[in-house]
């Protein structure tokens, strides 16, 4: 019997940081909010942003004519909090990119602040933008800084004391869960369904994997939004429930990975009640920790695997405290991969400008060497004819840098013109690719990729790639 293997397409598919054999996995344990369940990012923010505008008007702030603006900021970004900057950084932490407030700063204005600061989120100076959930924040912020540059704010204090502020009403309205009410209501607006997603919890659990939920939204919008996403889509007679071992919510991650937070029981929508046994089957909790997940399960560190996409919620302290198997769901992948495919032919034509840069820049360095020693008197070659080709070879590089400027400066704003793709930084790797091939043993667009892969994927990591590698020779 021939079998067809069902292509995946390239946006679609799991890419591998550490080999992962989805086989030896035993227990999957999924976040919900953009992970198991995706929002429209630009209504949910739009509303997260009009909240807060709302708030701040209350107070007596002059906002009225701020408009929520999807592009001004990307995940993965850095809040300087300090001088009221947003900034993207390369792998190494150095500086490539930076707005203060919503105007993008020039090179030399931003090697005059950054010369010698290299960006480290673990600095409370600068704030990591980890999830979909900061695009609201960010755009907020680099607004407010407009106008607090403008005199237009008189009661902040500086641009740290701005920052504390925004998070804080953002914050608010999150604690106070308006936002997730007024979503609740409104299902159809702020929800992508995706029904592959139920199917391939489907083929985990038949495949024998144990999986949970664990999440920090409340028991009662949980169960809204997973009836909403789930249960039309799951066979006759099954729930979301029956999908899951343990259902966990109010988890406050990340503490929730290391603390030895109580554990209590959801008995109805508003008894909770302590409990001190371990967990059980089918049961849906209130808080807990990791600990008490691995007793329940009889499982360790690399039998579990874990799905979110909070960078630091999910996925940070999964791996650096407990060792579990790590995936990343970044959504924003699936636009950077088709931009950088619209782009190919381009990049090929841009690939073969920078080599022939290269070719002339080495021949204009030994020219110019040359030239340099007959005029120290040490070459007997005629003088003249030295000079003339330098200057053909440097009109070369002008005419070459020229053809090269629009189609770099093309490739850098790829998928956002402020800010370009999300794992970039110029030709290098961005801050956040750097984290997540640190922290992330594969990751992905949606959970939904698993699908085409099936839970018996093995994933395996491509031979890392180095400065001094030699060119490979193609098989004769
Ligand atoms: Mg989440």
Redesign the pocket.
Known sequence: MTIEVPHIPWQRAVFCNRTLNLRSIKAIGY?????LVQYHVVEWEELAYGYAKKRLLEQGWPVESLVFDPELMIQGLIVDIELGNLIKANRFGYVKTVFHGSHPLDFDQQRKIYDRTLVDHRDGRFVFLS?MFSLSEACLFAQLVDLWDAGNLPAVLSYADLYSRVRATIDDQHREGRLKEEVARNFERYVEIDPTVCETLLDQRDAGKKLLLITNSDWLYTRAVMQYAFDSFLPQGMTWRDLFDVVIVSARKPDFFSSRSPLLEIVDDTLLREVSSDLISGTVYFGGNAALVERHLGLTGAQLLYV???FFG?VHATKITLRWRTALVVREIEGDIKAEEDFADKQCKLDELMREKEDVERQYCHVRMLWQRLRKGRGGEDAKAFKQTVDELRGKLENLDHRIAPLAQASSRLSNENWGPLMRAGNDKSYLANLVERHADIYMSRVSNLYLETPFAYFRSARGTLPHDAPRRSAV
């Not at 976040?31 to 992970?35: E, F, G, S, W």
Request: charged share 40%; hydrophobic share 10%.
């Open positions: 976040d919900m909010d953009y992970t999830t979110g996409d909070h999910d």
